[in-house]
């Protein structure tokens, strides 16, 4: 059966149901318009296996389910209207968070995360805009080759040297970003630029600025956006933290607060009061965020001095060697860059995290450390500025143990997140995973493709 | 003239031996090292922990897994990785309770050596129950009471730990259900073995985390 369009031009035969699982898989199922008119107020039931599954499809053991999660009880779906966009002829896609039977939100769904910590914020009279710069690798073969080898000595697209801002990059890598963003614009999705990065067939596209959750969205959606196009194209494309041996690939977020329509983060002399806490509770929490933000195995691959991403607990004004750069003395742009996360992250929990930063700083006051000026990378243990943990279990350890982060994403979360690493953790080391490769075998088999 | 009396000096006490992990271990280190620390605390190998001099590279038959002890006749060090030119290199089944799976390299005195210390006897399965139930009290959401169904040789025999509302029943035979207990095999694992469980999903969950405390120490 079939009906009038409501979101085009053709008529809608199926509308797909989506939201992220805790690995930040955009997953979904398709349902009939007869189906999704009956249930578009009170959601879809979606077995809560989908938050127990882990990407080698193995149930994750070792926390105390809470009582709602059960014998793999089922959780409703409820989709968020205003996400309904016309995905293609024919289908259209909404985007929606997962509830309890007794109308609360599930405790560790990603994008109610964010929802509550947006109004936490809106309680203090602050709206957020964020951004994010997506990295990804792309690759000549298709993904059908990609799976064949194993995700092993693929070729990058558009040339095997590595290049930042060239406008030389061979048209089969220009074709594929500009029908990337062809789609985005179809579909909605603001975006602002794109360019190659620093490794061969490496590129970024930078989302534009919106609110938090919208942005979740936008980044899920984005990354849906670039593989449906790469498989399209014949060709395959990689968010994992190091797709290859080589360059890693990050995931920088950028947020600013406005009251009443007035960047808070703005003051004539540099940082505003606002910001300053910020960037405290940014870093008061960065420890414990790191196993959020760089959530893999091969996330901890990328934290080499010198390339790139941070390694260091540290913020500095126009510092990109630091995890947190603030951007200051412009009415408009002042903001916050931060640094750490992956392109493997979950996009809401990414974003949950800076914003439970962000909050921790203004409610608790908390004051930034001294800001580095210097060179942020590989300084000695004397220059008292830590190191951001580098493994996962350092990672996971530090969440357990934050009590900001336990209070502002929830001790369901938390718990629920060590465990789930700490079963991650345990699966690469002891079902093929090799710490001393420089990009095992067993990663690019599990990470490549997924979220 | 004042009485004396003799004192009898004590026994000279051999080195006194410890067993030392990295910090942030691989789970095989954390094995080994656990593993080792249960031999010196139940006096198993004694000998061999406080008097083997050398380096024995552990690696798993199925796996990249791979840590070095360094036995001192004192410290004995464990870490992740192989060092390079072990004295020897054993190859095993972690999940046979570091059973060889081909004929060792290198000084095969010190292989042996390792071996031995690296297969302290599991206690009897009552025993091992006790003890897992009391060290995993603290973990979140770990049931009140562990009901255990052994099956030997002489039949079934059971046994009740703990006390309160929610309870976890577990049977199997009583050696694997010893190993389960003591660490020396992986719960997971060990249900394709034959043990079987009645309890909820979460708490096999939670059991799994349990498991995991009394084998890795994590």
């Known amino acids: 059966m079939s009906e009038t369009a409501t979101t085009g031009t053709t008529v809608r035969k199926a509308v797909r149901l989506e939201a992220t699982n805790h690995e930040g898989s955009l997953l979904g199922k398709n349902v009939s318009p007869a189906k999704f008119e009956a249930g578009k107020e009170s959601g879809f039931a979606f077995a809560d296996i989908l938050f127990a599954i882990d990407l080698g499809n193995e149930i994750v053991f070792g926390d105390a389910f809470p009582e709602w999660r059960g014998n793999l009880y089922d959780i409703a779906m409820v989709p968020d209207l205003t996400t309904l966009v016309e995905w293609k002829p024919g289908l259209d896609s909404v985007i929606g968070d997962y509830w309890l039977k007794d109308g609360r939100p599930v405790p560790i769904c990603p994008r109610n995360l964010v929802k509550g910590l947006v109004a936490r914020l809106a309680g203090h009279g602050y709206t957020a805009t964020a951004a994010v710069e997506i990295e990804a690798t792309l690759f000549e073969e298709s993904v059908q080759e990609a799976r064949a080898r194993g995700y092993r000595d693929l070729t990058p697209l558009g040339g095997s040297t590595g290049a930042t801002y060239h406008l030389a990059r061979s048209s089969d890598w220009v074709s594929y970003m500009e029908a990337v963003v062809d789609r985005l614009d179809e579909v909605g999705i603001g975006w602002e630029a794109w360019t190659d990065e620093a490794a061969p067939g490496q590129t970024e596209l930078n989302i534009a600025p919106t609110d938090p959750v919208r942005l979740g969205d936008s980044w899920a959606r984005t990354r849906q956006v670039m593989r449906e196009v790469a498989h399209e194209l014949g060709h395959t494309v990689s968010f994992m933290a190091k797709p290859t041996a080589g360059f890693g690939q990050g995931a920088h977020i950028n947020i600013s607060l406005q009251s009443d329509g007035v960047n808070q983060f703005f003051a004539e002399d540099g940082l505003s009061e606002v910001m300053g806490h910020a960037v405290g509770g940014l870093l008061a929490t960065m420890a414990g965020a790191t196993s959020i933000v760089m959530p893999q195995i091969t996330s901890y691959r990328r934290l080499v001095d010198l390339t790139g991403p941070p390694t260091t607990i540290s913020w500095g004004v126009n510092n990109k060697t630091a995890a947190v750069r603030a951007i200051t003395g412009h009415p408009k742009y002042s903001r916050l860059e931060y640094r750490l996360p992956g392109a493997d992250v979950n996009p809401y929990f990414a974003i949950a995290v800076v914003l439970a930063g962000v909050l921790a700083g203004i409610e608790k006051q908390i004051e930034p450390p001294a800001q580095v000026t210097d060179m942020a990378w590989a300084l000695p243990d004397s220059s008292g500025v830590e190191r951001i943990p580098d493994t996962m279990s350092k990672a996971g350890a530090a969440l357990a143990a934050d009590p900001l982060l336990r209070e502002y994403l929830g001790d369901e979360f938390v718990d629920f997140w060590v465990a789930s690493r700490r079963w991650e953790w345990m699966e690469f080391h002891t079902k093929g995973g090799d710490p001393l490769a420089e990009l095992s075998a067993w990663e690019s088999r599990r990470y490549f493709e997924f979220p | ?218």
């Open chain 2, 1 to 218: 003239m004042a009485a004396t009396t003799t004192i009898t000096a004590p026994p000279t006490r051999p080195g006194v031996v410890r067993v030392v992990s990295e910090d942030d271990a691989t789970p095989l280190a954390r094995l080994v090292g656990r593993t080792l620390q249960q031999a010196l605390h139940s006096g198993h190998a004694q000998e061999v922990l406080e008097t083997t001099v050398g380096t024995v590279v552990v690696r798993s038959h199925d796996t990249p897994q791979v840590a070095t002890i360094a036995f001192s006749g004192g410290t004995i060090d464990v870490a992740s990785g192989a060092q390079p030119e072990p004295g020897a290199t054993v190859v095993v089944d972690l999940n046979a309770r570091f059973a060889l799976t081909q004929e060792p390299e290198g000084d095969g005195v010190l292989a042996a050596a390792a071996l031995q210390a690296l297969t302290p006897p599991v206690p009897h399965w009552r025993e091992a129950a006790r003890r897992f139930w009391a060290a995993t009290r603290e973990i979140p959401g770990i049931p009140d009471v562990l009901v255990v169904e052994a099956v030997g040789p002489d039949g079934s025999e059971h046994d009740r730990f703990g006390e309160g509302t929610t309870t976890y029943g577990i049977a199997g035979p009583a050696d694997l259900l010893a190993g389960i207990f003591s660490g020396a095999d992986d719960l997971l694992v060990s249900l394709a073995a034959g043990v079987r469980i009645q309890g909820t999903l979460s708490q096999l969950s939670v059991m799994t985390a349990a498991s995991w405390k009394v084998r890795f120490d994590v």
